[in-house]
């Protein structure tokens, strides 16, 4: 079977817009929210998602056809969790102050919706490159749109990118101010929410 084949390539690209995991199928949206008031720690979760993801699904493919069918979602728990805890003892040995950061929500990537629906419904019938390609795609599609409604709420609401002070301080003696709604939780659901409405009107139809 070829590497980049028609099946594969769709496996990729469809999580990345027309099967995007949070704006058509509307999963994952807690750690969006909780995880995105600062785009350092939006980036971080979203990278550790897409590796625990794309590995759980490779592992999951691998040993798929020796998993009696009922403790299939427990041997997913497993794994999911021993990746989890692989990926949060990297965060606190090399980004601890990160790690500090997403607080309890790295833990809680065990219970995502996103990993345990691919896991279900991709890597349990499909083989493991396809299902590798399958986790990164949900992955990124994940990450990004945590960076997108991270830059934006780190941006309008501390004026800064990644820490760095982005509006100069000139801008705040005119009387400018940092909106500090942004900040809040309930922005970041707002902001999503605008997310998926530009992209069903422009980029996304439904069958």
């Keep these: 079977m070829a590497l980049w084949n028609k099946q594969n390539k769709e496996a990729f690209t469809n999580p990345l817009n027309l099967d995007h995991p949070i704006l058509v199928q509307v999963l994952g949206i807690c750690s969006a929210l909780a995880v995105t008031s ?88 499909n083989k493991p490159w396809p299902s590798f390609l399958d986790g990164i795609g949900n992955g990124l599609g994940y990450a990004m749109i945590l960076v997108i409604v991270g830059a934006f709420r780190e941006f309008f609401g501390r004026g800064s990118l990644l820490g760095f002070q982005i509006i100069p301080q000139s801008v705040y003696d005119f009387g400018y101010q940092n909106n500090g709604m942004m900040t809040m939780p309930a922005m970041a659901l707002i902001l999503v929410g605008c997310v998926i409405w530009v992209h069903r009107a422009y980029f996304y139809k439904e069958k």
């Design 38 to 125: 600062q785009l350092k720690p939006a980036i971080v979760m979203g990278l550790a998602v897409t590796v625990i993801t794309a590995f759980a699904n490779v592992i999951i493919s691998l040993i798929r056809n020796t998993i009696p069918n009922r403790i299939r979602i427990v041997v997913q728990l497993v794994v999911v969790a021993a990746l989890v805890t692989i990926v949060s003892q990297i965060l606190k040995a090399f980004a601890y102050d990160v790690s500090v950061q997403l607080s309890v929500y790295v833990g809680l990537i065990i219970t995502n919706c996103i990993l345990m629906g691919r896991l279900e419904a991709f890597a349990m019938q």
